[in-house]
């Protein structure tokens, strides 16, 4: 998400931070610049124009243009506004008052609403150890009522039984109910959607609000659809308590104009965004680390979190075991690599790290993707158990065998017999080195000296 902002921007204000001191003009020509990446991005016109006015204000003063570096700072100016169009806090789920707590799921028809009911389930499930029900309401689409409860089960979810020919209102009115009987924490209802928003709709999706009395009541809108999703937006808001809106698809999403529009048009904050097709892939919307995302700062703090969530603690003392025995083998190596896929895979990885559109284009010129990620697992997979914990009996034979068995060529065995080779290296010396001298040198003291 936010791709082709990011190169603009970075453009913008790469050639902004080489000049010393800046003029007025200077600083107006830049944001003349960034309206146009705005504008092409899909940010609302009237959202642009007013980021662009206060932007102006704050980056003409004084303060900006006599300070040291004049040119970071109209980027902490730009980054500022950003994280306040985005909306300045991040809006957890509300879960406050007394169980069972409702969440009413509303939107278009194919915006994604019924995923993103099962995925905001699991993740209440797993990481809030909420006890979840969910329950269709959906009477309209063909085997929606089934979808969800198929979602359910991958989930790990319970969902309210199916009874056929009940009404929405009734369904909820079930649910709530058998909710407070059954000791649930959160009953997630998930409505249904329409092809373009209509008066049935609204006020069905009314009815079922007045009988749950939703703690959150969160609109689902597509990313893809840019504008056409901020319109969507403005349209629920005027006739629901909407609460909260979930963006799905913000990884095909390369503009990302929508995001930028959606608080500042419809005053709504963005609780969530969908960021892949597994039931897992749903992120919480942080305005700050989004900002800094878009102006090319990275998000490593994000990065961490998600690292958190993926690493499996023993496996990772294992692994740090053996790195301190010098005992790294491939079968480690290809641990490595099927955790790096949990993250998202190169580019996902890459999407939280600083200076990422430079890093993308030098991988890209290197061929480094999660292909060839996929190939060295092959090629490993390929080898015996012998052969994986001992890299020195691979011969010539061996070698072209392995090619054949995974459907590689016998340089790309040996290139990859390298790569492990020099980090087998690295990690005896990080084994061998005292925890307090690595702190003091950090990597460049594991690299051996000309």
């Known amino acids: 998400m936010f791709e082709s902002l990011t190169e603009r921007l970075g453009q913008i204000f790469a050639a902004l931070s080489r000049r010393g001191a800046l003029t007025e003009g200077d ?21 642009v124009k007013k980021f662009i006015d206060e932007v102006r204000e704050k980056a003409i003063g004084t303060e900006v243009l006599r300070s040291v570096t004049p040119g970071q700072m109209v980027i902490k100016v730009v980054h500022d506004h950003l994280v306040s169009t985005l909306g300045a806090e991040t809006d957890d789920l509300r879960l406050d008052g007394a169980p069972p707590v409702a969440i009413l799921m509303v939107g278009l028809q194919g915006s994604g609403k019924t995923t993103t009911t099962a995925k905001i389930a699991l993740r ?3 990481r809030e150890r909420k006890k979840v029900l969910m329950a269709s309401l959906d009477t309209q689409r063909p085997a929606a ?10 989930a790990g979810v319970a969902t309210l039984p199916i009874i056929k020919g009940e009404m929405p209102v009734d369904i909820a009115k079930r649910a709530m109910m058998a909710s407070r009987l059954g000791g649930y924490d959160v009953v997630l209802l998930d409505t249904a959607g ?14 079922v609000a007045a009988a749950s009395q939703p703690a959150e009541t969160l609109l689902v809108v597509d990313s893809l659809t840019g504008q056409d999703a901020v319109k969507v937006a403005e349209r629920f808001k ?10 799905t698809r913000a990884d095909g999403d390369a503009r990302g104009g929508a995001a930028l529009s959606m608080r500042a048009v419809t005053g709504c904050p963005i609780k969530l965004i969908g960021t892949g097709e597994k039931l897992d892939a749903l992120d919480q919307f942080h305005p700050a680390r989004i900002a800094s995302r878009i102006l090319g700062m990275g998000d490593v703090v994000s990065l961490i ?54 890093v993308k284009k030098q991988l890209a010129e290197s061929n480094v993707d999660d292909k060839m990620l996929s190939r060295q697992e092959a090629i490993i997979l390929a080898m015996t158990k012998a052969e994986r914990r001992n890299v020195k009996i691979l011969n010539a034979s061996r070698r072209r065998r392995i090619a054949a068995g995974s459907g590689t060529s016998v340089p790309d065995v040996n290139r990859l017999i390298k790569q492990y ?30």
Not at 194 to 207: F, S, W
């Open 27 to 47: 600083v107006t020509a830049a944001l003349r610049e960034v309206r146009v990446a705005l504008l092409e991005a899909d940010v609302a016109l009237p959202v």
């Open 124 to 126: 209440l499930k797993d």
């Open 145 to 154: 009522q089934e979808q969800l409860k198929v979602l359910g089960e991958q």
């Open 194 to 207: 329409r092809l373009h928003v209509d008066e049935a709709l609204m006020a069905e999706a009314a009815a």
């Open 238 to 247: 005027a006739r629901l308590a909407l609460t909260g809106i979930v963006m």
């Open 305 to 358: 979190e998600k690292a958190a969530e993926t690493i499996d603690r023993d496996e990772a003392a294992k692994l740090e075991a053996k790195v301190r025995a010098g005992k790294f083998d491939l079968d480690d190596l290809v641990g490595q690599l099927r955790q790096m896929r949990k993250m998202g895979g190169m580019e996902g990885m890459l999407s939280f790290l600083p200076g990422v559109q430079k």
């Open 421 to 450: 080779m020099q980090m087998a290296d690295v990690m005896k010396r990080m084994g061998r080195m005292d925890p307090k001298q690595l702190r003091r040198h950090g990597i460049p003291g594991l690299v051996p000296r000309a």
